[in-house]
């Protein structure tokens, strides 16, 4: 059983900066992709930035040299850190894995249970 377990998130005024971490724990065999998405009231969810297990990386335009994505291939972690926030992006925001529990299984898709991030203004 994989779980993704969220932590960070919170209230930030504009400007500031947030940490977000996710760790997937529980049968990992391998890791292809982690990354984050994000929901605003009202809108669908999209991707905010991911990183692959080669360690390339890929980040929504609105977010691209404000946010950075990192990972721990050993540990299973994905970080994302938020400099200069805006209010717009405030979301939910969904630790995403695609990986493979064991050998010959998947990959399939995870999700974290989302952490609130709210800017405000």
């Known amino acids: 059983q994989v779980q993704l377990v969220e932590s960070g998130g919170g209230l930030v005024q504009a400007g500031g900066s947030l940490r977000l971490s996710c760790v997937a724990s529980?049968?990992?065999?391998?890791?292809?992709?982690m990354g984050w998405y994000r929901q605003a009231p009202g809108k669908q969810r999209e991707l905010v930035a991911a990183v692959t297990s080669g360690s390339s990386t890929n980040y929504a335009d609105s977010v691209k040299g404000r946010f950075t994505i990192s990972r721990d291939g050993i540990k299973n972690t994905v970080d994302l850190r938020m400099n200069s926030l805006k209010p717009e992006d405030t979301a939910v925001y969904y630790c995403?894995?695609?990986?493979?529990?064991?050998?010959?299984?998947?990959?399939?898709?995870?999700w974290g249970q989302g952490t609130q991030v709210t800017v405000s203004s």
């Open positions: 529980g049968s990992v065999f391998s890791m292809n992709v």
């Open positions: 995403n894995a695609v990986l493979s529990p064991k050998s010959g299984l998947g990959p399939y898709n995870y």
